[in-house]
């Protein structure tokens, strides 16, 4: 960030006061600009024991599988995110079941909250981020080929939770992605 977005004015990194960590602040109206994580929103859709993946038509990791996720907009819930990526990237509406997971990733500054959900029909199809949508048994997913480590671990997660016959707790957790 160079200007402020209120007034204009060329902005400075420093630690306001009462701060601890370094802000953009204007160096006129003295405005602070926070720059905070991304949320990433998505969902895993189930289907008669079966889950939806989407193929990724867009970088990064073009041509690689994903559960359908993006980045959640203004003006939304995490759940209404979720549903209208799933909508966006497969042609597919859901039923959220609730929330199942959140990671934190801190060293790229987001954060992934990804849902349980119910397909409400099999009318899916790719969406312009996509190029295939499909479901998948446990013993089919192209686990070589799933494109985020956020992605796989929630897959991983899910189908030990499955297994277990316990029901599907909430987890949370973090991905470092540079060594600390």
Known sequence: MNFCSHCGAPVHIKIPEGDNRPRHVCTACEAIHYVNPKMVVGCIPEWGGKILLCRRAIEPKYGLWTLPAGFME?????????????????????????????????????????????LLHLDFVPG?????????????????????????????????????????????????????
């Open 74 to 118: 203004n003006g939304e819930t995490t759940d209404e995110g979720a549903a209208r990526e799933t909508l966006e990237e497969a042609g597919a509406r859901v039923e959220m079941i609730g929330l199942y997971s959140m990671i934190s990733l801190p060293d790229i500054n987001q954060v992934y909250m990804m849902f349980r959900a119910r």
């Open 128 to 180: 312009e981020e996509s190029l295939e949508a499909a479901l998948f048994d446990e013993a089919d997913i192209p686990w070589d080929e799933i494109a985020f480590r956020t992605i796989h671990h929630t897959l991983e997660r899910y189908y030990a939770d499955r297994k277990a016959g316990n029901g599907y707790p909430f987890h949370e957790g973090r991905i470092l992605h540079k060594p600390r």
